[in-house]
């Protein structure tokens, strides 16, 4: 195991934010994103144009990034990105600025899981949790309950087998009328609105499997079903029904998050991804924490969304494990939580 404390540059480019960051010695220095808005108008991530977006900004991102931190080339031991999971042509764009600028400063590459690195955001702050602990992580695209066992060696125990919660909160948002990304106006109508004014069906799943496809499709023939009764139902209810659907959506996370504590005897239990940022699950998490003497740990915002902090952070402990990569890696979008 290398035991030099190293200085780290970080790229993430898996979906439609390109970002960078600096770690040294354990410590994240900086962690600088450039977000696209040109997907708003689309309603949702259009593939082809993120990678564009990314190939435009990544140059100017990580000279921003370096800047900012006051870090000379000369000084970095280590390129790290994000190999996986996330969209093919992002990913491409990462790997290959990645490789381009390892093979020009001469510094060996490190490959990141991108949904490892969520995991691993509680460790760029304090409050830092104790191994073993269970991590819920919650995006667009995933949904799982990750048991954690040390910085490289963690194990899904749960997941869903369709979609993902945030897919299941911006879907919704998108039949409501919402602009893209809907899943944070749900979070912001929400809390206006009664919890319990409506009621929708709760999907069952085996131990601690996640379903959220068919809470989509109810969601819409309740809508459809109120619009012949009120056209302008979801304008006189909009806060009502965010904050129920919300309710709704986080409820069915913790029943299975309580289970696999259950289970498991784990009550440190953390938060990561996108939909950590949701006030809902904040709130409700730390609602349970003290009914079940859980110790909870929750990132900061900027640590919630994608972002190069995190990248830069797993990759810390992978240079520390002395585990590098070749320049013949490729981007693998589907890859899983123990796959590389």
């Not at 200085?7 to 410590?27: F, H, Y």
């Not at 309950?145 to 945030?166: H, N, R, S, Y």
């Not at 309740?222 to 965010?242: M, P």
């Not at 696999?260 to 709130?283: D, E, H, P």
Request: hydrophobic share 45%; with cysteine.
């Amino acid at each position: 195991m290398i035991q030099q404390l190293p200085t780290i540059l970080a790229i993430e480019s898996s979906c439609d934010e390109t970002s960078a960051s600096v770690i040294r010695t354990g410590k994240v220095l900086n962690n600088v994103v450039a977000s696209q808005a040109v997907h708003h108008k689309h309603g949702g991530v259009v593939p082809e144009l993120a990678s564009r977006a990314h190939q435009q900004n990544i140059w100017h991102v990580v000279n921003d990034t370096m800047q900012t931190a006051g870090i000379k080339n000369s000084e970095l031991n280590a390129i790290a990105f994000t190999r996986g999971p996330g969209l093919m042509g992002s990913l491409l764009v990462g790997v290959s600025f990645a490789k381009g600028l390892a093979m020009a400063l001469n510094l060996p590459l490190i490959e990141v899981n991108h949904m490892e690195a969520h995991v691993l955001a509680h460790f760029i702050d304090e409050p830092k949790p104790q191994f073993p602990f269970l991590c819920l992580t919650v995006s667009g695209g995933h949904t799982q309950i990750v048991l954690v066992k040390d910085f490289l060696d963690m194990l899904v125990i749960g997941e869903t087998q369709d979609d993902a919660v945030g897919e299941a909160f911006d879907k919704a948002a998108k039949m409501m009328g919402l602009p893209y990304p809907g899943g944070p106006l749900i979070d912001k109508y929400a809390k206006d609105g009664n919890s319990n004014a409506f009621k929708f069906s709760q999907t069952i799943m085996p131990d601690l499997q996640f379903s959220f496809s068919g809470i989509k499709t109810a969601f819409l023939y309740f809508l459809r079903d109120k619009k012949k009764e009120d056209e302008k139902f979801v304008e006189r209810n909009l806060n009502d029904i965010c904050a129920s659907l919300q309710r709704h959506l986080v409820n069915m996370l913790l029943q299975k998050l309580k289970l696999a504590s259950q289970q498991t005897g784990i009550k440190q239990i953390a938060i990561a991804g996108g939909v950590a940022a949701n006030s809902g699950l904040r709130n409700a998490m730390t609602q349970t924490a003290q009914e079940l003497n859980w110790k909870i740990f929750i990132p900061e915002f900027q640590y919630c969304t994608d972002n190069a902090a995190m990248i830069a952070m797993a990759a810390h402990y992978k240079y520390l494990a002395g585990k590098f990569c070749e320049l013949d890696v490729a981007p693998v979008p589907n890859m899983g939580v123990g796959d590389n």
